[in-house]
């Protein structure tokens, strides 16, 4: 059985400061950043886009211009030891010339393959500790391949061009299959990329009698909160809505400040506040943001149209991304999983939505779902 994936191309440079090599054996033991491949049943929490979910698969290079940020830091170290103390010259010389050395081995080549295992993580480290990459998202991957022969960035190009600009490359589509194919023909690979296919939906071709359907192949896959609000999360509302109309980017009045929810549906008679994401688990500080929307003075449906908060479930907000439906309640102030989307495969099974979200609500209707 074939698993639809979706894929990118890790590019990995070596630490690019004397403080990030020191930074990095104090807090792990490693003295380069692909140490951490070479270990026995390895596991790695590395930079991940936010639409990576669990079972993708990444494809892991050592950067072409770690090459010169080796000679660099060489050369730099040579003219400015005397500021190092001799722990500190033992483990930059030791991790400049393992560098260098793997880099001969590995250098501008896709050198390992590995499993995104669980959900992606939110950690601002890297800002905290002005790292050279930036990112607050990762992703637990497991399962690492070490290929017994590396795959040169010349070979790689022919394909895809990685990105100059990011550490991060896309893989999608015929260009997946061709990276597999590239990568299967001098290497022994394991199942999950062995029986994985990477399948570009056609969009175009979504509808609202269709949309369901096609959402289960790849709800999961969309990039942008736009893709995931057009073509999945904007159909599912109207399925839950007392009525067709969707209200959107609605403006929310509370005290002096002005913000503006995602959207708001009439759920049983009530109005109910909702936020879309792609991942509630990379969001930052998601709950202060529902609770921005809960106990409003006022919010504006659309224009000329004002909410009659009498009918405003004010202490709640349904949240809803590619993995499931959420419950923010701002009494407690915690988010509460009520559905996971797994769980909807046909379109006689949002009755079973409904009576989730009317519980958590703690409505009383005589309406039968």
């Known amino acids: 059985m074939s698993n639809n994936v979706q894929s990118y191309i890790a590019n990995i440079s070596v630490s690019k400061s004397f403080g990030e090599i020191i930074n990095l054996f104090e807090n792990t033991k490693y003295i380069t950043a692909l140490d951490y491949f070479f270990e026995k049943n390895a596991y790695v929490e590395w930079t991940a886009p936010k639409w990576i979910k669990k079972d993708d698969i990444v494809f892991f290079m050592f950067s072409v211009t770690s090459k010169q940020t080796i000679r660099h830091l060489k050369k730099d170290f040579r003219n400015n030891d005397e500021f190092f103390s001799l722990v500190e010259k033992r483990i930059i010389t030791q991790s400049l010339n393992k560098s260098e050395e793997l880099y001969n081995t590995f250098g501008g080549c896709i050198f390992a393959l590995g499993r995104v295992t669980g959900k992606l993580l939110n950690d601002a480290y890297a800002i905290e500790n002005e790292m050279h990459w930036k990112s607050q998202i990762y992703a637990p991957i497991s399962d690492i391949v070490i290929l017994d022969y590396p795959i040169p960035y010349s070979e790689v190009k ?182 996971s989307l797994d769980d909807l495969q046909e379109i006689g099974q949002i009755g079973i939505v409904k009576r989730r979200i009317k519980d958590n609500l703690g409505l009383i209707t005589s309406e039968i779902f």
Not at 206 to 221: F, G, H, P, V
């Open 158 to 339: 022919n394909i895809i061009e990685v990105s100059k600009q990011s550490s991060i490359t896309g893989v999608f589509g015929e260009e997946f299959d061709q990276l597999k194919n590239l990568i299967t023909s001098t290497n022994d690979i394991p199942d999950y990329l062995k029986e994985s296919k990477s399948l570009i939906t056609p969009l175009s071709k979504i509808n609202k009698s269709n949309w369901l359907l096609y959402a289960n192949e790849c709800r999961r896959n969309f990039f942008l909160e736009i893709q995931f609000r057009s073509y999945y999360s904007n159909y599912l509302l109207r399925e839950l809505s007392d009525i067709s109309t969707i209200y959107k980017e609605c403006q929310c009045k509370k005290k002096s400040h002005t913000t503006f929810v995602d959207n708001v549906i009439v759920f049983l008679g009530y109005y109910l506040p909702v936020e879309i994401k792609l991942s509630i688990y990379v969001e930052k500080n998601l709950k202060k943001q529902c609770e921005q929307y809960c106990n409003l003075d006022k919010l504006i449906l659309e224009k000329d149209k004002k909410c009659d908060i009498s009918k405003l479930i004010s202490n709640k907000v349904l949240i809803i991304d590619t993995e499931g439906i959420y419950m923010y309640c701002s009494d407690s102030d915690i988010i509460e999983k009520i559905f």
